[in-house]
Protein backbone atom coordinates (compact mmCIF):
# COMPACT_ATOMS: atom_id res chain seq x y z
CA UNK A 1 0.00 0.00 0.00
CA UNK A 2 1.13 3.69 -0.52
CA UNK A 3 1.93 5.70 2.15
CA UNK A 4 2.89 9.71 2.22
CA UNK A 5 4.55 11.08 5.40
CA UNK A 6 5.15 14.43 6.85
CA UNK A 7 6.87 14.58 9.43
CA UNK A 8 6.53 18.11 10.25
CA UNK A 9 3.23 19.01 12.27
CA UNK A 10 3.93 22.64 12.10
CA UNK A 11 6.22 24.97 10.10
CA UNK A 12 6.10 29.27 10.60
CA UNK A 13 8.02 31.28 8.34
CA UNK A 14 8.25 35.35 8.41
CA UNK A 15 6.55 37.39 5.83
CA UNK A 16 8.43 37.58 2.46
CA UNK A 17 10.54 34.61 3.48
CA UNK A 18 10.57 31.17 1.95
CA UNK A 19 9.71 28.46 3.65
CA UNK A 20 9.79 24.25 2.42
CA UNK A 21 7.67 21.92 3.89
CA UNK A 22 8.82 18.29 3.52
CA UNK A 23 6.68 15.16 2.02
CA UNK A 24 7.89 11.58 1.51
CA UNK A 25 6.04 8.67 0.01
CA UNK A 26 6.29 4.83 -0.83
CA UNK A 27 5.20 2.90 -3.58
CA UNK A 28 6.42 0.25 -5.73
CA UNK A 29 4.11 1.99 -9.19
CA UNK A 30 6.30 3.50 -11.65
CA UNK A 31 3.12 5.91 -12.67
CA UNK A 32 2.14 8.21 -10.42
CA UNK A 33 1.13 11.85 -9.66
CA UNK A 34 2.09 14.01 -6.41
CA UNK A 35 0.09 16.94 -5.17
CA UNK A 36 -0.04 19.80 -2.85
CA UNK A 37 -3.10 21.20 -1.66
CA UNK A 38 -3.42 23.82 0.45
CA UNK A 39 -7.01 24.04 3.44
CA UNK A 40 -7.36 27.27 4.90
CA UNK A 41 -9.63 27.36 7.87
CA UNK A 42 -12.81 27.47 5.28
CA UNK A 43 -11.76 24.08 4.86
CA UNK A 44 -11.79 23.61 1.04
CA UNK A 45 -9.36 21.77 0.14
CA UNK A 46 -7.27 23.65 -2.60
CA UNK A 47 -4.41 22.22 -5.50
CA UNK A 48 -1.33 24.31 -5.14
CA UNK A 49 0.66 22.35 -7.49
CA UNK A 50 1.42 19.18 -9.27
CA UNK A 51 4.25 16.92 -10.31
CA UNK A 52 4.03 13.77 -12.75
CA UNK A 53 6.43 11.30 -11.70
CA UNK A 54 7.60 10.89 -15.42
CA UNK A 55 8.66 14.19 -15.12
CA UNK A 56 12.13 15.10 -14.53
CA UNK A 57 11.50 18.69 -14.40
CA UNK A 58 10.62 20.14 -10.84
CA UNK A 59 6.86 22.01 -11.45
CA UNK A 60 6.48 25.65 -10.54
CA UNK A 61 3.19 27.60 -10.22
CA UNK A 62 4.31 31.10 -9.24
CA UNK A 63 5.77 31.20 -5.62
CA UNK A 64 5.06 27.57 -5.42
CA UNK A 65 8.07 25.24 -6.51
CA UNK A 66 8.54 21.55 -5.56
CA UNK A 67 11.53 19.22 -5.27
CA UNK A 68 10.77 16.15 -6.51
CA UNK A 69 13.20 13.49 -5.63
CA UNK A 70 11.91 10.57 -7.56
CA UNK A 71 14.55 7.97 -6.59
CA UNK A 72 14.50 9.39 -2.62
CA UNK A 73 10.85 9.14 -2.60
CA UNK A 74 10.66 12.93 -1.84
CA UNK A 75 8.58 15.36 -2.91
CA UNK A 76 9.07 18.77 -0.93
CA UNK A 77 7.25 21.93 -0.85
CA UNK A 78 8.80 25.74 -1.43
CA UNK A 79 6.76 28.94 -0.76
CA UNK A 80 8.66 32.01 -1.95
CA UNK A 81 7.94 35.54 -0.47
CA UNK A 82 5.84 33.75 2.17
CA UNK A 83 2.11 36.16 2.51
CA UNK A 84 -0.05 35.98 5.21
CA UNK A 85 -2.68 34.52 2.63
CA UNK A 86 -0.58 31.14 2.66
CA UNK A 87 -1.14 30.74 6.11
CA UNK A 88 -2.93 26.85 6.45
CA UNK A 89 -2.87 23.60 6.47
CA UNK A 90 -0.98 21.94 3.99
CA UNK A 91 -1.37 18.49 2.68
CA UNK A 92 0.35 16.28 0.27
CA UNK A 93 -0.89 13.65 -1.60
CA UNK A 94 -0.09 10.67 -3.84
CA UNK A 95 -2.18 9.13 -6.57
CA UNK A 96 -1.16 5.86 -9.14
CA UNK A 97 -2.04 6.51 -12.27
CA UNK A 98 -4.60 5.19 -14.23
CA UNK A 99 -8.11 6.69 -14.37
CA UNK A 100 -9.99 4.84 -11.23
CA UNK A 101 -7.35 6.05 -8.48
CA UNK A 102 -7.97 7.55 -5.01
CA UNK A 103 -6.18 9.94 -3.15
CA UNK A 104 -3.32 9.17 -0.48
CA UNK A 105 -2.95 11.56 1.63
CA UNK A 106 -0.31 12.47 4.49
CA UNK A 107 -1.22 13.99 7.90
CA UNK A 108 -0.55 17.45 6.97
CA UNK A 109 1.63 20.67 7.76
CA UNK A 110 0.37 23.61 9.38
CA UNK A 111 1.97 26.40 8.18
CA UNK A 112 1.76 29.84 10.17
CA UNK A 113 3.01 33.26 8.62
CA UNK A 114 4.24 36.11 10.88
CA UNK A 115 4.54 39.47 10.46
CA UNK B 1 -18.23 28.29 -13.55
CA UNK B 2 -19.36 26.57 -10.31
CA UNK B 3 -17.12 24.60 -8.61
CA UNK B 4 -18.18 21.54 -5.77
CA UNK B 5 -20.65 22.24 -4.18
CA UNK B 6 -21.99 19.89 -0.76
CA UNK B 7 -24.69 20.63 1.13
CA UNK B 8 -25.67 20.89 4.07
CA UNK B 9 -22.37 22.52 5.37
CA UNK B 10 -23.00 21.60 9.00
CA UNK B 11 -24.92 18.80 10.54
CA UNK B 12 -25.81 17.33 13.94
CA UNK B 13 -27.07 14.00 14.71
CA UNK B 14 -27.26 11.48 17.22
CA UNK B 15 -26.18 7.78 17.59
CA UNK B 16 -27.49 5.24 15.61
CA UNK B 17 -28.99 8.14 13.00
CA UNK B 18 -28.73 7.92 9.28
CA UNK B 19 -27.78 10.74 7.32
CA UNK B 20 -27.06 11.63 4.15
CA UNK B 21 -24.51 14.16 2.27
CA UNK B 22 -24.85 15.55 -1.31
CA UNK B 23 -22.10 16.84 -3.13
CA UNK B 24 -22.37 18.67 -7.24
CA UNK B 25 -19.57 18.23 -8.85
CA UNK B 26 -17.54 21.12 -10.73
CA UNK B 27 -19.03 21.62 -14.24
CA UNK B 28 -17.95 19.33 -17.14
CA UNK B 29 -16.66 16.70 -14.62
CA UNK B 30 -18.33 13.32 -14.38
CA UNK B 31 -16.41 11.58 -11.32
CA UNK B 32 -16.76 11.84 -7.26
CA UNK B 33 -15.15 10.74 -4.78
CA UNK B 34 -15.96 11.29 -0.74
CA UNK B 35 -13.17 11.40 1.82
CA UNK B 36 -13.73 11.77 6.07
CA UNK B 37 -11.00 14.05 7.46
CA UNK B 38 -10.86 13.52 11.32
CA UNK B 39 -9.83 16.40 13.03
CA UNK B 40 -6.28 16.89 12.91
CA UNK B 41 -6.13 14.34 10.81
CA UNK B 42 -5.70 13.69 6.61
CA UNK B 43 -8.37 13.20 4.62
CA UNK B 44 -9.32 9.11 4.06
CA UNK B 45 -11.03 8.01 1.14
CA UNK B 46 -14.25 6.52 1.30
CA UNK B 47 -15.54 5.56 -2.54
CA UNK B 48 -15.31 6.86 -5.58
CA UNK B 49 -18.25 6.41 -8.49
CA UNK B 50 -18.03 6.70 -11.95
CA UNK B 51 -20.77 6.09 -14.41
CA UNK B 52 -23.21 5.66 -11.23
CA UNK B 53 -21.30 2.76 -10.20
CA UNK B 54 -19.04 2.40 -7.62
CA UNK B 55 -15.57 2.12 -8.86
CA UNK B 56 -13.69 2.23 -6.44
CA UNK B 57 -13.32 1.69 -2.47
CA UNK B 58 -11.28 2.45 0.81
CA UNK B 59 -11.54 0.42 3.86
CA UNK B 60 -14.56 1.86 5.28
CA UNK B 61 -17.81 -0.89 6.78
CA UNK B 62 -20.96 -1.29 4.59
CA UNK B 63 -22.50 1.06 6.69
CA UNK B 64 -21.28 4.02 4.02
CA UNK B 65 -22.86 3.74 0.88
CA UNK B 66 -23.44 6.21 -1.58
CA UNK B 67 -25.40 6.72 -5.11
CA UNK B 68 -24.66 8.97 -8.26
CA UNK B 69 -27.31 10.07 -10.25
CA UNK B 70 -27.19 10.76 -14.25
CA UNK B 71 -26.38 14.44 -14.12
CA UNK B 72 -23.00 13.19 -12.17
CA UNK B 73 -23.96 14.65 -8.62
CA UNK B 74 -23.38 12.51 -5.41
CA UNK B 75 -25.13 10.97 -2.21
CA UNK B 76 -23.03 9.87 0.75
CA UNK B 77 -25.24 7.44 3.28
CA UNK B 78 -24.07 6.83 6.51
CA UNK B 79 -26.21 4.15 8.70
CA UNK B 80 -26.33 3.48 12.45
CA UNK B 81 -24.28 6.83 13.42
CA UNK B 82 -21.58 5.96 15.26
CA UNK B 83 -19.63 8.87 17.38
CA UNK B 84 -16.35 8.30 15.79
CA UNK B 85 -18.34 9.07 12.88
CA UNK B 86 -17.91 12.38 13.38
CA UNK B 87 -15.84 14.32 10.85
CA UNK B 88 -15.38 16.90 7.72
CA UNK B 89 -16.89 14.80 4.92
CA UNK B 90 -15.37 15.86 1.50
CA UNK B 91 -16.35 15.49 -1.95
CA UNK B 92 -13.82 15.60 -4.79
CA UNK B 93 -15.15 15.73 -8.72
CA UNK B 94 -12.69 15.45 -11.62
CA UNK B 95 -12.61 14.01 -15.35
CA UNK B 96 -11.92 10.61 -16.35
CA UNK B 97 -9.68 9.84 -19.20
CA UNK B 98 -6.15 9.66 -20.05
CA UNK B 99 -4.11 12.75 -20.29
CA UNK B 100 -2.57 15.49 -17.50
CA UNK B 101 -5.49 17.63 -16.93
CA UNK B 102 -7.90 14.34 -16.56
CA UNK B 103 -8.16 12.83 -13.06
CA UNK B 104 -6.68 16.06 -11.25
CA UNK B 105 -9.36 16.06 -7.85
CA UNK B 106 -11.15 19.47 -7.01
CA UNK B 107 -12.75 19.92 -3.81
CA UNK B 108 -15.73 21.19 -2.23
CA UNK B 109 -16.09 22.85 1.29
CA UNK B 110 -17.03 19.94 2.80
CA UNK B 111 -19.95 18.90 5.53
CA UNK B 112 -18.94 18.99 9.21
CA UNK B 113 -21.07 16.35 10.93
CA UNK B 114 -21.52 15.59 14.36
CA UNK B 115 -22.40 12.87 16.02
CA UNK B 116 -23.77 12.76 19.76
Known amino acids: AQTVTQSQPEMSVQEAETVTLSCTYDTSESDYYLFWYKQPPSRQMILVIR??????QNATENRFSVNFQKAAKSFSLKISDSQLGDAAMYFC????????????FGTGTRLQVTL | DAGVTQSPTHLIKTRGQQVTLRCSPK?????VSWYQQALGQGPQFIFQYYEEEERQRGNFPDRFSGHQFPNYSSELNVNALLLGDSALYLC???????????????FGAGTRLSVL
Open chain 2, 92 to 106: ASSLSGQGEVKNIQY
Open chain 2, 27 to 31: SGHDT
Open chain 1, 51 to 56: QEAYKQ
Open chain 1, 93 to 104: AYRRGGTASKLT
